[in-house]
Every structure is written in structure tokens, then in C-alpha cells.
């Protein structure tokens, strides 16, 4: 499978509990998105990564929260002492370079449930 | 909220009828794209409309823009069951950020 790839699929956690998500993307995109969606919402974006640069960050990316791409491959994504308010689906996509914007690939979701 | 605003909020229609959904945004853009998403999955691509074009088709989809209007249709002909999902827009402002906007979404239901 050439697709993008996130694992867990899903996870359960308490409270004050941190959790990390992983992201695969298709191997030769060098740009990695991180989004969050809540029941009935559409995707909000977290992060962006162009290879291991995080170049955008958004405002809803509270310092809980820290995303990385070491090695401009895989990422990963933390929330350190999660709160309710967190428990979403967790959406990473990537695209390529090629031309200014372009159609992303969404890999299947994290979807995130804090008790 | 940053995000579009996608109309109806939900649509229910018989399967082999068209059903056409609506996307307003705010901000000047490259592109518009439309994704579906069906329950709890992720985001499929469905179809990309650049700034410079009013139309575009792609089997049983019909993507209009009106940049003048800031919105955007999205027409699936002889709708089947198979088309039921939620479908978001998408907008990749011209300038100040990487990121895509998403709308609020349709959810679809086409019964057979």
C-alpha cells in the first residue's frame, strides 16, 4: 500500500495522559499536514511540515501539543497532559512539490477518545 | 471560525436524482478542491478547480467556481447509494499561509 499511513487507528486515554500519533506519508511528498476534526466538523489545520521544517503552525496548536518529522519522512504528533476537549479524529496528509497547490492525500485518521 | 460554510448542511435524495451542494469562502485562492469523506474514514479527493477556470468535470462530477461570488457547486449526476458521504471543500488561499481551508461539509444521504 502506497498510501498514506497513521497509526494507532484508534485510542483510548485518560486524562492527563500523553499520547503520540505517527504519520507515514507517500514516500516521495516532502509536505505533511496535520489536521483535527470533531464530529460534524470539517478539517482544521494543526501543522504543516515542508521535508523536517515545521513552517506553520496554527493558533489552535496550544503548547500541549508539539509535532515533529525528524528525518523529513514519517511524523509524529504529541499532546502531553490530554483534556477532554481533545478527543477528535487526527488527520495527517501529504502532497508533493510539484506545482504551487496541489491535491493532498489524507491517510485514514487517528481517531482520539480522552475519559 | 476560518472555515467555509458548505449549504445544505445535509441533503437526502433518491438514488439515479442529482443532488448539488454549495461552498462559500472568504478569502482570495489558487484553487478550490472538493473531498468526500465517508463515516469515520478519511478524506478522499474528489476534484481541483484553479482560480482561472469556471468549470470542470470528472465523470459524474460537475465542479463550478465564481471567484467574483466566492463560491463554488458541486453536482454529482445519477446519484447511487454508493455517493452517500459527507463532502467538504476546500480552498488554498493566494497568500500569508500553506494551509487549506476546510468548509463545514454536506452530508449526503442517497437512498436506494
Known amino acids: 500500500d502506497t498510501g498514506v499511513s497513521q497509526d494507532p487507528r484508534h485510542k483510548i486515554t485518560k486524562r492527563g495522559q500523553n499520547v503520540t500519533f505517527r504519520c507515514d506519508p507517500i514516500s516521495e511528498h516532502n509536505r505533511l499536514y496535520w489536521y483535527r476534526q470533531t464530529l460534524g466538523q470539517g478539517p482544521e489545520f494543526l501543522t504543516y511540515?515542508?521535508?523536517?521544517?515545521?513552517?506553520?503552525k496554527s493558533r489552535l496548536l496550544s503548547d500541549r501539543f508539539s509535532a515533529e518529522r525528524p528525518k523529513g519522512s514519517f511524523s509524529t504528533l504529541e499532546i502531553q497532559r490530554t483534556e477532554q476537549g481533545d478527543s477528535a479524529m487526527y488527520l495527517c496528509a501529504s502532497r508533493n512539490l510539484a506545482g504551487a497547490w496541489e491535491t493532498q492525500y489524507f491517510g485514514p485518521g487517528t481517531r482520539l477518545l480522552v475519559l | 471560525s476560518q472555515q467555509g460554510e458548505e449549504d445544505p448542511q445535509a441533503l437526502s435524495i433518491q438514488e439515479g436524482e442529482n443532488a448539488t451542494m454549495n461552498c462559500s469562502y472568504k478569502?482570495?485562492?489558487?484553487?478550490l478542491q472538493w473531498y468526500r469523506q465517508n463515516s469515520g474514514r478519511g478524506l478522499v479527493h474528489l476534484i481541483l478547480?484553479?482560480?482561472?477556470?469556471r468549470e470542470k468535470h470528472s465523470g459524474r462530477l460537475r465542479v463550478t467556481l465564481d471567484t467574483s461570488k466566492k463560491s463554488s457547486s458541486l453536482l454529482i449526476t445519477a446519484s447511487r447509494a454508493a455517493d452517500t458521504a459527507s463532502y467538504f471543500c476546500a480552498t488554498a488561499p493566494t497568500s500569508g499561509t500553506y494551509k487549506y481551508i476546510f468548509g463545514t461539509g454536506t452530508r449526503l444521504k442517497v437512498l436506494a
Open positions: 511540515f515542508q521535508n523536517e521544517a515545521q513552517l506553520e
Open positions: 478547480i484553479r482560480s482561472n477556470e
Open positions: 478569502t482570495s485562492i489558487n484553487n
